[in-house]
């Protein structure tokens, strides 16, 4: 394996599933504090008021908050040379449109970007990790609304005023491109106005779902030329969900139904944020679709001018498209596919590929020539501690050390990709079920689905798998 001399390596992260600390130091409630728990097959549930004797898994996290200073000391010891992290936009501005920002939450952030680069960190900040203040969704049903563009602009301007001397990484939206589906969109866009759960009636439109991520991409374009107009230092990214489709046969009636999944999954995002233009066959689908944007004048040229200037992915498994009878359907969180023969699965179901994050980086290299990261990637399982406090996981190391070769593979095939982050080094509360035993850390955290537990840290066997890969480079997993 032969990364690049200045490869990032590292973990990735978002507040609301890690902070913890929600009702703390004037931070306001974001919406993910409306969710309850949930499980591999059962729906996490919204509700509008936050009741006494409900479980919200995000209200605690993994209390990062208060434990930052050790973890980040954990991840150095690893030997991390980049931490992905979002901004809770409710620490800022708690309500959202608050005439000011809260100095207490600004102030915890340069406390957590201080200790990063004390430890030779580089934080890579996520503006929008599938969240916002809850006091937006309620006026605005989130991105629904055009009034979120300048709301999410002046908490940008805010944050990239603060922290220039701290952050020079920057990604706008998490996993953009899950706001074309229903499911996603709920996470992506916050649009879950009269959401009350899995028997709700409320419907997001196709509609809806492509207005709102036409909000989001004006806002994230003005924000990106913001950055670069003032802050010539930074670098800005977009960050797409890439699930990689392949056809479920040789039928050409599946390649193209594979190539359109392709298009409105992968591509249709990531081709606004890096050309600059929605794509040529978007017509078309919003036509097919009944979806009839409302474009203001000015919003296409932002568009064009606030390009990102490297492109990053999480990437977790593949899926297939078939149109042949009954196509059993994979497990997912935002997204799901078509099963496929070959690959074994999570025991959330997901379907493990490495050999499908080499051709997702040729292709989106491919498409775009600049400079790609993969800042999502990882493995949720069920981890046992030994009565001698040892977590042994082969399993994540396994589906690790697959990836990395993966990616060794693809920068040898000459793409250009800069950098690594794990999802979850420590362990936190899954997005998509709000479980904590789902696992993905090298870092197990003693916190259980019933809200007990001593938030004590442990480092489990993968922790040290992670600490040779990143001490050699890649090196160790050669021959
Ligand atoms: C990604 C999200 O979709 O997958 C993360 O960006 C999420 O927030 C991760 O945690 C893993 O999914 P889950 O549902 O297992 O937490």
Redesign the pocket.
Same mark, same amino acid.
């Given at each position: 394996m032969r990364f690049p001399k200045n490869f990032f390596w590292g973990g990735?992260t978002?507040a609301n599933?890690l902070e913890g600390a929600w009702n703390v130091d004037g931070r306001g409630p974001s919406v993910d504090d409306h969710f309850t728990g949930g499980g591999y097959g059962k729906p996490r549930e919204i509700t509008i008021d936050i009741k006494p004797d409900v479980l919200y898994p995000n209200h605690d996290g993994v209390d990062f908050y208060h434990r930052y200073e050790e973890d980040i000391a954990l991840f150095a010891e690893m030997g991390f040379t980049m931490f992905r992290m979002s901004i809770a936009w409710s620490r800022i501005f708690p309500q959202g449109d608050d005439a000011a920002p809260n100095e207490a939450g600004l102030a915890f952030y340069d406390r957590v970007f201080e200790c990063c680069r004390a430890h030779g960190i580089e934080p890579l900040v996520t503006l929008s990790?599938?969240e916002m203040p809850y006091h937006l969704v309620e006026l605005y049903n989130g991105w629904e609304s055009r009034e979120l563009i300048g709301l999410f602009e002046r908490y940008c301007a805010t944050v990239f005023e603060r922290y220039q001397d701290k952050v020079r990484y920057w990604l706008t939206f998490?996993?953009i491109n899950?706001g074309t589906s229903r499911m996603g969109a709920l996470?992506e866009t916050s649009m879950i106005r009269g959401y009350e759960g899995p028997g709700s009636k409320v419907v997001v439109t196709p509609q809806q779902c492509y207005q709102a991520l036409h909000h989001q991409f004006v806002a994230s374009a003005r924000v990106v030329r913001l950055a670069h107009e003032r802050y010539p230092q930074f670098k800005m990214g977009n960050?797409d969900?890439f699930i990689l489709s392949y056809a479920a046969t040789c039928d050409p009636v599946d390649v193209l139904a594979t190539q359109q999944e392709m298009n409105r999954m992968n591509w249709y995002c990531s081709d606004v944020q890096v050309r600059g233009r929605y794509p040529f066959y978007a017509k078309r689908y919003w036509a097919e679709h009944g979806i009839e944007l409302d474009v203001r004048p000015g919003d296409l040229e932002d568009i064009a001018a606030g390009t990102v200037d490297f492109y990053t992915l *999480?990437y977790?498994m593949s899926a297939t498209v078939g149109t042949h009878g009954d196509h059993e359907q994979t497990a997912g969180?935002?997204s799901f596919g078509g099963k496929n023969p070959y690959l074994e699965s999570t025991d959330?179901g997901?379907q493990i590929d490495p050999t499908g994050l080499r051709i997702a980086l040729n292709e989106i290299y491919a498409r775009y020539e600049i400079p790609l990261m993969v800042v999502?990637n990882?493995l949720?399982a069920f981890d046992e501690v030994e009565e001698d406090g040892a977590i042994h996981d082969p399993y994540r190391i396994a589906y690790l050390e697959s990836h990395v070769r993966a990616m060794g593979e693809a920068v040898a095939d000459g793409v250009d990709l800069i950098g690594y982050t794990w999802?979850?080094p420590i362990d936190?509360? *899954?997005?998509?079920?709000g479980?904590m035993r789902?696992r993905?850390g090298f870092i197990h955290v003693d916190k259980y689905d019933d809200g007990t537990g001593t938030y004590e840290r442990r480092r489990k066997d993968s922790f040290y798998a992670y600490q040779r890969i990143i001490a050699t480079n890649g090196a160790c997993l050669d021959g």
């Open positions: 990735a978002a599933q990790h599938y998490n996993e899950c996470f960050m969900c *999480s977790y969180n935002m959330w997901w999502e990882g949720g999802w979850g936190l509360v *899954s997005a998509g079920t479980e789902k993905y």
